[in-house]
């Protein structure tokens, strides 16, 4: 333990100045000055595993990295939350109690849900297990599921669909055993059946345009929108609504705050909001 002490890389305010200008100019989240101990402590694995001297070090490094992978893995440390299947169980509840009822009426369902920053993927996959739990038989072409995140590293734990057992505690028991194979006595990994059904993909939020084909019926996007400042916050929500459907629904996080106003946004309680119908 004194070793890992001793072995603690200081952060300088330079060194911070241009980590913290890197990440608000490449991803568009802004670390104040109040940031810098968290940043200095959640980049110490990063320095030791890259074999790094510094931090400057580490910001050339990046700088230099074409593919981009370096960058990824620093935005992910520092922007890592603890996340888990239903989280923030009370969206889930109106998923299941008000709008799956909506679209069990439908004759056919072409039904399009995005997870924007999905991180390692446990929000969409709780999504998946109750769509499957509710609607049979399941359909594949009726439904299409998106979970996007821009670091590289919690995509391929999202797509291996591996968790250790205290991510699954608020699942119902009989929901784990249908739906997951157990690894060992304290890991988990998703069922196919479930992996099948959501398509992962990398995603900057702060692109200047949302490509996708086809506009979505929901969108998470909870407890990402923290990481950015105004501006940015604004531009992000501005495509979130352009892409979501008429009468589609926008689920963020209990600590986030919108001006429903300004994007006809109708609210519904608490964190979750309705697009009004064109």
């Known amino acids: 333990m004194e070793k890992e002490i001793f072995s603690l890389f200081r952060l300088t305010d330079r060194e911070f100045a241009l980590i913290a200008n890197l990440v608000y100019e490449t991803v568009g989240i802004h670390l104040p000055p109040e940031k810098r101990i968290l940043v200095e402590s959640r980049l110490q694995h990063l320095l030791k595993q890259e074999n790094l001297p510094n931090f400057e070090t580490l910001y050339q490094r990046i700088v230099q990295d074409e593919s ?96 250790s057992a205290d991510r699954l505690e608020n699942l119902e028991p009989f929901l784990i055993q249908k739906y997951f194979v157990q690894l060992d006595a304290t890991t988990y990994q998703v069922k196919n059946e479930i992996k099948d059904m959501v398509l992962f993909k990398r995603f900057n939020l702060m692109r200047e345009t949302y490509p996708f084909k086809g506009k979505f019926d929901i969108i998470w996007c909870r407890n990402v929108l923290i990481y950015f400042d105004q501006s940015h916050k604004e531009n992000i929500l501005s495509h979130l609504v352009e892409v979501l459907k008429p009468g589609g629904y926008l689920f963020i996080g209990h600590s986030e705050t919108i001006e429903r106003e300004k994007y006809h946004l109708r609210f519904i309680q608490p964190a979750i909001y309705q697009k009004e119908a064109a």
């Open 68 to 163: 981009g992978l370096l960058l990824s893995e620093m935005i992910n440390r520092i922007t890592t939350n603890h996340t888990y299947f239903m989280r923030e169980s009370a969206h889930y509840d109106f998923l299941v109690h008000h709008i799956f009822p909506l679209w069990k009426n439908l004759s056919y369902r072409d039904i399009r849900i995005w997870s924007a920053g999905c991180s390692s993927g446990e929000e969409i996959y709780t999504v998946a297990i109750l769509i499957r739990e509710h609607f049979f038989p399941y359909r594949p072409e009726e439904w299409g599921l998106l979970g996007t995140d821009i670091s590289l590293r919690v995509l391929e734990q999202a797509q291996e669909g591996v968790y």
